[in-house]
């Protein structure tokens, strides 16, 4: 059988990996729940951002409804983590570009 992946936990971060924005949301919505009611977690809201592949978003924040409440995400072309970039255009080469620049 085949398996995708959907999610990257790494210490306190969290990555969710969607084909689209309803499951994107679907995702949010159910992680934000699990987390909320088991550890009565909250998202730290300057930490949300969002990488949009091939879709075209008329501003710089998106918004996502999770039962009854809402998470603002900032729209990022690239997000630096873990000590390297997340970008939807070619993480590889802006991976290496940036260890490059940093030395």
Do not use: H
């Not at 969290?14 to 309803?22: H, N, Q, T, V, Y």
């Not at 930490?47 to 039962?67: H, Q, R």
Request: with cysteine; aromatic share 12%.
């Amino acid at each position: 059988s085949r398996y995708r992946l959907s999610s990257v936990l790494w210490v306190d971060n969290c990555f969710l990996l969607a084909s689209d924005l309803e499951q994107y949301s679907f995702m949010v919505s159910g992680l934000t729940s699990l987390l909320r009611d088991r550890f009565a977690w909250q998202w730290k809201p300057s930490s949300l951002e969002i990488i949009l592949d091939k879709v075209v978003w008329p501003a710089d924040t998106m918004t996502v409804n999770v039962y009854g409440s809402s998470l603002e995400c900032k729209i990022r072309d690239s997000i630096e983590a873990l000590g390297g970039i997340l970008d939807a255009a070619d993480p590889a080469s802006r991976s290496f570009d940036t260890d490059w620049q940093k030395g």
